[in-house]
Structure formats: structure tokens, C-alpha cells
């Protein structure tokens, strides 16, 4: 934190003054990485009435009226040519996420009942609910699926496994509350399906972009999710290997040799560890840590 103010190059401005240089360099809005985070009425749904008026027809005018009304000093903008700016389409429907695979967080899941609705929260904060009992046999397939992402089709077919019929209204409804539910950040949707591990393999393998950047020696890389994921010592060691080729035992023998070769020291009560018996167990405990590490943040594909 705090990172922008040691920077050789600082020089902070609106977000209308940032989209001005973008678009004298022929560049124009496409949107933001978070897609709740361009609904006003994810931050105050009293207030999201007025910032749309005063913004108009002007997702940019939106942007930073809501940067003033929250205080917001971070953006995440992905930005196009100009001359493709006319293609773009703003309104989101459920017929725009037919074909998209929807993630969830890990710690997403039913939290209560109350009046005949089933509420579905996470540890975020964001919250759906509905009365539709078919609606809530969906969300609590694409639960039962996590970690792995969700397509409509396969939570329809996890619905039907189970006995349930599935007309094309209630296909419908279930696109609607995905959509819904993505608005407001529940979800994430990706055009590619996510096959995360649940379990360590005997020969588990890591995300390729992972085991490159642990191979180059990159302290910070993303996991499956595409969220941050931190690559110690050990881990620059271990994730290379995980290409589905390589056990346990031969993790050991790679972080031992890594040790003899001086790459690697492990210390004990403040002392450096040089008996080679004592050199494989704390090999073994790392090598243990760093896939349990590496299995419990989505890290190991499926």
C-alpha cells in the first residue's frame, strides 16, 4: 500500500482528465476489470438514482461522478481502439452470458431463509436472493461445483441429475439471476471453463503462467482465479515441476538438491540446518506446505 507515492513517475489525475489523454491517443472506454464496480447502485442504492441522472447517457460521466461521491482513487480500466468504440454494447442481458462459464468465491454459499426466500452470500459482503425454487436448485448446483466454474448448461444438467425438469422459462430465470448475481459481484464470468483442483493428485499439476513465473523467479504471480498468489523461495523450486510428471518424492529430491546447490538454506531455532537427514525432512515439511499451499489457492488445475 502506499506504493503509488514512491513511484519515479506520480502524477495523479480525474478520471475525465485520464479518459481526455486516452482519447487524444485513440483510445476510448471500454469498461472496468470489476463489473459491479461500474453499478452505482452497488455502492448506495439511494444515491445510484441521481449519479445516473447527472451522469446522463455517459458510462465516463458515471465513472467519476461516482470517484466524487465514494472517494474512489482506483480504477482498473480496459480501454480500446476509438474506431471500435461504436460496437460497444452496454446493456448487459442474460442472453449476452449464454455461452459464459460463472465462478463463484470459494467461501460463496446458501446463508439463510427468511420469509420464503433463500439468501446465497460470501464473505465479501454481496448477497442474491430468491423465491424461485428452481432458480435456487441452480445456485446450489453451481455451490456443490466449486471450486470449479459453471456454465448454464452444465448447472442445467446438475438440475436434471437430480430430477428436476428444466423448460426454457426456467432456463431463463436462471440466466436472469446469474446475470444478476454478476452485477452485483457474486460472480465472475470467463469464457473459458475453470477445472481447479479439489484435492492434491499423486502427480499434481500447476496452471502453466505459474510454474513459468515461478521458473523465472517472479515472487508474485496469479493463481486460476486470477488472483495473487505469492511464490517464496521454495515454491520458485517446486512449481516448475508440477507438469503432471513429477510425485512427491521427486519434489523432495529437487528441493534437497536445491539445498546442496546453496539455493535454498532451512533453519531451526535460528540455526541453519546442514545434517542431510535433517536437510530432507525440512525439504519434505516445505515441499508439503507449498502444495498445500498451492492446492488450497486454486492454484492446481483439475
Known amino acids: 500500500m502506499g506504493h503509488e507515492f514512491l513511484e519515479d513517475c506520480n502524477e495523479p489525475c480525474s478520471f475525465s482528465e485520464f479518459m481526455a489523454?486516452?482519447?487524444g491517443r485513440g483510445l476510448a472506454y471500454l469498461g472496468e476489470a470489476g463489473l459491479s464496480t461500474m453499478m452505482p447502485e452497488n455502492m448506495n442504492p439511494a444515491a445510484a438514482p441521481l449519479l445516473r441522472a447527472l451522469a446522463g447517457d455517459n458510462q465516463v460521466s458515471l465513472e467519476q461522478h461516482m470517484?466524487?461521491?465514494?472517494?474512489?482513487t482506483f480504477h482498473q480500466t480496459l480501454l480500446i481502439h476509438k474506431e471500435r468504440e461504436g460496437k460497444c454494447v452496454r446493456t448487459v442481458t442474460p442472453d449476452a452470458l449464454q455461452d459464459l462459464h460463472f465462478?463463484?468465491?470459494?467461501?460463496?454459499?446458501?446463508?439463510?431463509e427468511a420469509d420464503g426466500n433463500a439468501f446465497f452470500a460470501d464473505g465479501g459482503g454481496a448477497w442474491f436472493s430468491t423465491q424461485d425454487p428452481g432458480v435456487r436448485k441452480a445456485i446450489e448446483a453451481l455451490v456443490a461445483?466449486?471450486?470449479?466454474?459453471s456454465s448454464i448448461d452444465e448447472l442445467v444438467a446438475a438440475m436434471e441429475l437430480r430430477g428436476a425438469s428444466v423448460d426454457e422459462a426456467m432456463r431463463s430465470r436462471i440466466a436472469d439471476a446469474l446475470m444478476r448475481m454478476t452485477l452485483v459481484g457474486?460472480?465472475?464470468?470467463?469464457t473459458e471453463p475453470l477445472r481447479i483442483a479439489r484435492a492434491l493428485s499423486a502427480k499434481p499439476i500447476a496452471c502453466p503462467m505459474l510454474r513459468a513465473d515461478a521458473a523465472a523467479g517472479v515472487l508474485h504471480s496469479a493463481n486460476?482465479?486470477?488472483?495473487?498468489?505469492?511464490l517464496d523461495i521454495i515454491a520458485q523450486v517446486v512449481t516448475p515441476l508440477l507438469d503432471g510428471g513429477n510425485d512427491r518424492d521427486a519434489l523432495i529430491a529437487a528441493t534437497i538438491a536445491a539445498a546442496d546447490a546453496g539455493?535454498?538454506?532451512f533453519q531451526r531455532?535460528?540455526?541453519?540446518?546442514?545434517?542431510?537427514a535433517d536437510v530432507a525432512v525440512c525439504a519434505a515439511e516445505h515441499v508439503d506446505r507449498v502444495l498445500g499451499h498451492l492446492q488450497s489457492n486454486a492454484c492446481l488445475v483439475a
Open 224 to 230: 486460476l482465479r486470477h488472483e495473487p498468489i505469492r
Open 186 to 190: 457474486l460472480l465472475t464470468g470467463s
Open 103 to 112: 465462478l463463484a468465491r470459494p467461501d460463496f454459499g446458501f446463508s439463510c
Open 145 to 149: 461445483r466449486l471450486p470449479d466454474s
Open 269 to 276: 531455532a535460528g540455526q541453519t540446518v546442514v545434517e542431510p
Open 21 to 23: 489523454s486516452a482519447g
Open 67 to 72: 470517484d466524487i461521491f465514494t472517494g474512489r
Open 263 to 265: 539455493r535454498v538454506t
